[in-house]
């Protein structure tokens, strides 16, 4: 099992900037391929971005490509997501999540992954 919790949200201007952070614990959390997705209210569950414990490649969704930045500290158990040049469209609650094993490239399906956390809320105002 791996437990995984989230925090760094908040409300922010447009333009402003958060990181939010995902802290592990349980099994070993070096060795699992690390997400995050989001959820607007009325939408489906979408790809952020994604590392690989492996490679370390990343992986993002178009709409978060320049300005997100998706990254991971392993002494510490814990996966970054810096959100910068924040817009009202990336309001949601973001999810981290792990995926049992390693890719060279990340998976960005979210039936991928094995574990979720329970989510921060993000709010861009206008």
């Known amino acids: 099992q791996v437990q995984l919790v989230e925090s760094g949200g908040g409300l922010v201007q447009a333009g402003g900037s958060l990181r939010l952070s995902c802290a592990a614990s349980g099994r070993t959390f070096s060795s699992n391929d690390m997400g995050w997705f989001r959820q607007a209210p009325g939408k489906e569950r979408e790809f952020v971005a994604a590392i690989s414990w492996s490679s370390g490649n990343t992986r993002y969704a178009d709409s978060v490509k320049g300005r997100f930045t998706i990254s991971r500290d392993n002494a510490k158990n814990t996966v970054y997501l810096q959100m910068n040049s924040l817009k009202p469209e990336d309001t949601a609650v973001y999810y981290c999540?792990?995926?049992?094993?390693?890719?060279?490239?990340?998976?960005?399906?979210?039936?991928?992954?094995?574990?979720w956390g329970q989510g921060t809320q993000v709010t861009v105002s206008s």
């Open positions: 999540a792990a995926v049992v094993g390693s890719w060279f490239s990340p998976p960005t399906s979210d039936v991928r992954y094995d574990y």
